[in-house]
């Protein structure tokens, strides 16, 4: 918003370039998505624009063209709203245990007026299936809460938390059968990580060697 005196031009630039978006009511711009607006009579003028997009953040100059001119900087910041799993990328569980994962989306001027759940791109919601229930609190911060009373291998697989008209978030879901995770597998319990039939290996090779000659 900017006003101006009356019977005064008022001009919008964009500070980052100093490219004229538009003087009074005419644009200045191939980008349609800009337009200056004002109430018959009213000396309040405003630059709408539709669509916004991250990369339109920055600073706007009203520039109203009175002597000398005056100049009022407008800082916009556009918000891409994200969904964040809290878990991670990766969460291991055990087979017959719950399985909880929650989703928050932090940075939204508006609640997302739907929002998806999908394990291995099929929907789930409340009641696909015995012991699936989902929990969404909608607010300044958005939490989706997907809870499985007790897992089995064929809850294994990605789940995807999805609010309408922003960006997705994943995991990957790993269900146990009392192993551990192969990253977690090393065999070695010594300093440095290196596994003792390494150090013992080529000894018991000479010691063999040796009784055969004999």
């Not at 005419?26 to 200056?36: P, Q």
């Not at 099929?122 to 012991?131: D, K």
């Not at 192993?179 to 290196?194: D, F, I, K, N, S």
Request: contains cysteine.
């Amino acid at each position: 918003m900017c006003t101006g005196v009356s019977g005064a031009g008022v001009s919008w630039v964009r500070d980052r370039d100093l490219h004229v978006l538009t003087v009074g009511r005419i644009s200045f711009t191939n980008d349609g998505r800009w337009e200056a607006t004002n109430k018959p009579g009213s000396d309040v003028w405003w630059l709408q624009l539709k669509f916004a997009q991250p990369e339109d953040s920055g600073k706007y100059q009203c520039q109203v063209s009175t002597n000398p001119t005056t100049v009022r900087v407008v800082t916009l910041n556009v918000v891409e709203p994200q969904a964040v799993i809290l878990s991670g990328s990766d969460l291991f569980v055990d087979h017959g245990s719950p399985l909880n994962i929650t989703c928050v989306i932090p940075d939204s001027p508006e609640p997302p007026e739907h929002l998806f759940w999908y394990h291995r791109d099929m929907m789930v919601y409340n009641g696909s299936r015995s012991g699936v229930t989902i929990t969404t609190r909608r607010g300044p911060v958005t939490t989706s809460i997907l809870f499985i009373e007790r897992v089995t291998p064929n809850d294994s697989g990605v789940y995807t938390c999805a609010p309408q008209h922003m960006k997705e978030a994943s995991v990957r879901v790993r269900v146990l059968s009392g192993e551990l995770p192969q990253v977690m597998q090393t065999g070695c319990t010594c300093r440095g990580g290196v596994n003792p039939l390494l150090v013992f290996l080529p000894l018991l090779l000479l010691t063999s060697f040796y009784h055969f000659l004999l």
